[in-house]
């Protein structure tokens, strides 16, 4: 079975605090991405990321960074959390292919920041 | 803003029951796709569709794109309690897909 492997389910951190986020793929994927959920508003992408040390901003990257170090693993992080980025957020990987390309989720982080 | 417009937001049904939710919007599409996401989980895609007019079927699931390639439906026929999720339509390119806000469902037994 595919899998899209993130760290952590649930967080809880204070303002102010550095947070990262960790996703692992098993399936060889050259794209992935971190996208933030929250009600009423969809899904919108924050990275992506289409091969090894390469990363492209989309909708909302403010507040965040990424890094991408080996092709399995894409990493999101907060430097400096504030209550806004309270937020599911889920990684996804899809193989090349812009246009019909299925994307695979891992089952999301919530993180709440007080 | 939001491309793709899903409606409706909320729908809560009686098992046995027939359903359509719609996703419109005023971009033309290359290809639409449909994902469902139950509590807990990531979204998991149901289909693909990329022809104009085109109508794929997945059991009890029909599925429609338009034939301007600017909107799709979902039918459900006979809903049953396991339909229940958020239902989430998604559009464009890989590296840049937009999705819509979903249509949370609940299929009561």
């Known amino acids: 079975d595919v899998k899209v492997t993130q760290s952590s389910r649930y967080l809880v951190k204070r303002t102010g605090e550095k947070v990262f986020l960790e996703c692992v793929q098993d399936m060889d994927h050259e794209n992935m991405f971190w996208y933030r959920q929250d009600p009423g508003l969809g899904l919108r992408l924050i990275y992506f990321?289409?091969?090894?040390?390469?990363?492209e901003k989309g909708d909302i990257p403010e507040g965040y960074s990424v890094s991408r170090e080996k092709k399995e693993r894409f990493s999101l992080i907060l430097e400096s959390a504030s209550t806004n980025q309270t937020s599911m957020y889920l990684c996804?990987?899809?193989?090349?292919?812009?246009?019909?390309?299925?994307?695979?989720f891992g089952e999301g982080s919530r993180l709440t920041v007080l | 803003t939001q491309l793709l417009e899903q409606s409706p937001q909320f729908l809560s049904i009686q098992e046995g029951e027939n359903l359509t939710v719609y996703c419109n919007s005023s971009s033309v599409f290359s290809s639409l796709q449909w994902y469902r996401q139950e509590p807990g989980e990531g979204p998991v895609l149901l289909v693909t569709v990329v022809t104009g007019g085109e109508v794929k079927k997945l059991k009890r699931l029909t599925f429609q794109f338009g034939d301007a390639r600017k909107d799709s439906s979902l039918h459900i026929t006979a809903a049953q309690p396991g339909d229940t999720g958020l239902y989430l339509c998604?559009?464009?390119?890989?590296?840049?897909?937009?999705f819509g806000a979903g249509t949370r469902l609940t299929v009561k037994p």
């Open positions: 996804a990987s899809s193989s090349q292919g812009w246009y019909t390309g299925e994307l695979f």
């Open positions: 990321s289409y091969d090894v040390k390469m990363k």
């Open positions: 998604a559009g464009g390119p890989t590296h840049d897909m937009r």
